[in-house]
């Protein structure tokens, strides 16, 4: 058994890829740009996972959330 401590985000890394993988392929086929909202997440890793999928922009709720990301996976808010 697990024991958690603290507030931490459990996922199951292949069917989060696969759900990013799928939004972003609807997204090219409809020639939209797929800019999700990280306010959920807030993860480097994440975001990393999003950029192999060819997101490049993102909605974020704060200014120091936007220079994080952009400092750390490359990501821009517009």
């Known amino acids: 058994m697990i024991r958690i401590l603290r507030p931490t985000l459990l996922i199951d890394e292949e069917k989060c890829r696969q759900k990013i993988r799928l939004m972003a392929s609807k997204a090219a086929v409809q020639g939209i740009t797929f800019r999700p909202h990280f306010k959920t997440h807030q993860s480097i890793e994440i975001g990393q996972w999003f950029r192999e999928e060819g997101v490049r922009s993102i ?3 704060s200014i120091k959330m936007a220079e994080f990301l952009q400092l750390t996976v ?5």
């Not at 490359?74 to 517009?78: A, I, P, V, Y």
Request: charged share 10%.
């Open 59 to 61: 909605t974020v709720s």
């Open 74 to 78: 490359g990501m821009t808010s517009r």
